[in-house]
């Protein structure tokens, strides 16, 4: 039970074609726990992969690997087992979008990696990847990240709002 000192369990059920469920056994219809992973806070799903916010502030990522996206220094293909992100440690909140993930640091500012489309990592948006936790530039006291399919938000403590990505449809406002 998370705040009690008392080991949780993180469980994952679903197809495992890219180690979705951080596991190397089989596709599961039925919960199947991940090993080692007993201290999450939050997990975030994404496109054929996975990320898990640890008590430590440390974020592991799992699955399909494509490009490097899971952040986690090495170009396999998939990695089946919970792995740690380089460079993270001092998270508290994170975020899954569609192939890319961010997390707000405990400083207050915002990093995502993962595939760039139309720049939704907040780098610039002819970068195909980002395979590594990258800093956006010009945030600052940041509470909350919101990552969707093609853009991202963050909430600063103030209460104003700053979008980056695809503003197809005027989704960024």
């Known amino acids: ?11 994952c059920s679903g197809t495992n ?3 979705q469920l951080g596991t190397s056994g089989p596709s599961s219809t039925t919960f ?18 996975a990320c898990a916010l640890r008590a430590t502030g440390d974020v592991v990522c799992w699955g399909s690997n494509f490009e490097g996206i899971l952040g986690v ?4 293909a998939v990695v089946r087992a919970p792995t ?4 993270l440690s001092d998270v508290v909140q994170l975020s899954a979008g ?3 993930m ?12 993962g595939i760039n489309t139309s720049g939704k990592t907040g780098v610039d948006p002819s970068v195909p990847y980002v395979s590594t936790p990258t800093t956006v530039q010009g945030l600052a006291d940041i509470t909350q990240v919101a990552a969707g399919q093609s853009h991202t938000c963050a ?9 980056w990505g695809s503003n197809q449809a005027r989704i960024l406002g």
């Open 32 to 49: 199947q726990e991940i090993p080692g992973l007993t201290d999450a806070t939050d997990v975030q799903t994404s496109s054929g992969h």
């Open 84 to 87: 740690p992100v380089q460079g």
């Open 17 to 19: 074609t890219h180690g």
């Open 102 to 113: 961010c997390a707000v640091r405990r400083e207050g500012t915002v990093a995502c990696w």
């Open 98 to 100: 569609s192939a890319h």
């Open 155 to 163: 909430l600063a403590r103030n209460g104003s709002v700053s979008c």
């Open 1 to 11: 039970v998370p705040g009690t000192g008392t080991a949780t369990r993180t469980l």
């Open 73 to 76: 220094g090495s170009t396999e």
